[in-house]
């Protein structure tokens, strides 16, 4: 799960990383008084789940309260669009006003799981800022790493090794360690999946300061956080992905082809999705329904899938294993007629009472395509999605 950079530096600052003075706000008017209330130059920076913000123009700097308004509201209710953005970009809804930093050195800090060693691995380089992925790329060997183990926990000397290969000052030495520790902590303590400083900044002034952060929280651990409750924004998420998983419709990923999927298993969702490519189709979605789902989960996907104006054609792949064939026929049934589609379906039923299920389908009255195989239900899908007849 993503935050935004606003909630990113809260957390940092109950770990004892500074930060700058700041505030989020949601109109040009508080932009202004909040720029009024610091007193001096400020930066807005639009809060949005993507980085790459600064060569999009989604970091302006203000030298007037007047300014800041101005820049508020060139960027809120805008879309921004960054190399890490889709073309359509993400909604900028909240922009960070901050006291403007006179940077003497941007340096870059970040750990995540390295799924090799399985171990945390922190990152540290003296080339932070904007350049840091070219860096990486180009020149892998200014990117220091030192892998974690979690029984010790980080090291100071882990820390010495590090701050002295990023050139620091002497005196900057002790702080940089301890920033480093206190991210540890951090990530350990809210089960993050990455907590990424970049840049992390030596002011004019020699101050450690945290300029930019990013939190990222492993799904499986949110449960045991109270407080990373209701921060997700979804607003950010691509629309169709935010509505499925508001009703419960969990792997469910928006894909650009016109085919619909209702797949059981993700081994058989990949597969069904290879072979309508390879048979020049294109899949709408991913959507593994799990091993016996609910009728009310499969009348979800539906209402997912029959909400997406791109989709022209409905394939329901099921090999009934853990699940018995009556009751996803009866779940696709329900789907079907609940969302009152028009759309065709073509519905291939394997696996476990296969015969009961096909029952239940063909006394349901619902007008559907009936396939043997996968091929056969792949390649009916796409020939419907083709405009081409298959009866
Ligand atoms: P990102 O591009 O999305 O990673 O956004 P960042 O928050 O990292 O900002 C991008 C760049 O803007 C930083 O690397 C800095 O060079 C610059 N920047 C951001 N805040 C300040 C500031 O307060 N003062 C100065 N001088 N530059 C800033
Ligand atoms: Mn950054």
């Known amino acids: 799960m993503k935050i935004h950079e606003y909630q990113a530096k809260a957390f940092l600052a109950q770990f004892g ?18 720029a009024a209330e610091l007193g001096n130059k400020v930066v807005i920076k639009a809060q949005v789940y993507a980085g790459g913000r600064g060569k999009a123009g989604g970091i302006k700097m203000a030298n007037t309260p007047e300014e800041a308004e101005m820049r508020a509201r060139e960027l809120l209710g805008r879309r921004l669009v960054t190399q890490q953005t889709t073309p359509e970009g993400v909604p900028v809804s909240k922009v960070l006003v901050e006291e403007a930093i006179n940077i003497r050195r941007e340096l870059y800090l970040g750990i995540v799981i390295d799924g090799t060693s399985r171990l945390p691995v922190m990152m540290a380089s003296e080339a932070g800022g904007m350049e840091i992925e070219e860096t990486a790329r180009l020149s892998p060997e200014k990117v220091l790493t030192s892998y974690i183990d979690p029984p010790t926990s980080f090291q100071s000397f882990q820390g010495r090794k590090l701050a002295y290969g990023m050139n620091l000052n002497p005196e900057d030495i002790r702080p940089a360690i301890e920033l480093m520790g206190n991210l540890y902590q951090l990530f350990l303590a809210k089960d993050c999946s990455l907590a990424e400083i970049n840049p992390l900044v030596i002011t004019t002034e020699g101050k450690l300061l945290a300029l930019d952060a990013k939190l990222n929280f492993d799904d ?23 509505r499925a998983a508001q ?30 490519t390879q048979m020049g189709g294109k899949a709408a979605n991913f959507y593994d329904t799990g091993p016996a789902p609910t009728s009310e989960k499969i009348v979800n996907a539906f209402k997912i899938i029959t909400g997406d104006p791109s989709v022209k054609v409905i394939l329901v792949n099921i090999f009934a294993g853990m699940g018995r064939g009556e009751h996803y026929a009866q ?19 394997g696996g476990t009472n296969v015969e009961e ?35």
Not at 331 to 341: F, H, K, P, S, W
Not at 360 to 387: C, M, P, R, T, W
């Open 17 to 34: 990383i500074p930060v700058p003075k700041g505030e989020v706000v949601t109109t040009p008017v508080e932009a202004k008084k909040i």
């Open 220 to 242: 499986n651990a949110i449960f045991r956080h109270q407080d990373l409750e209701g921060l997700y924004d979804w607003e950010q998420e691509h629309h169709i992905e935010a």
């Open 247 to 276: 009703l419960g419709v969990t792997n469910y990923i928006k894909l650009d082809g016109d085919i619909g999927c209702v797949v059981n298993g993700a081994g058989s969702t990949m597969s069904v999705i290879d072979l309508l």
């Open 331 to 349: 779940g696709i049934v329900d789907g079907y007629l609940q969302t009152n589609t028009r759309l065709p379906i073509v519905v291939r039923l």
């Open 357 to 391: 299920g096909k029952r239940v389908l063909a006394e349901s009255g619902v007008n559907y395509f009936e396939a043997s195989d996968l091929h056969d239900v792949a390649q009916k899908a796409v020939e419907i999605a083709k405009g081409v007849s298959t009866r």
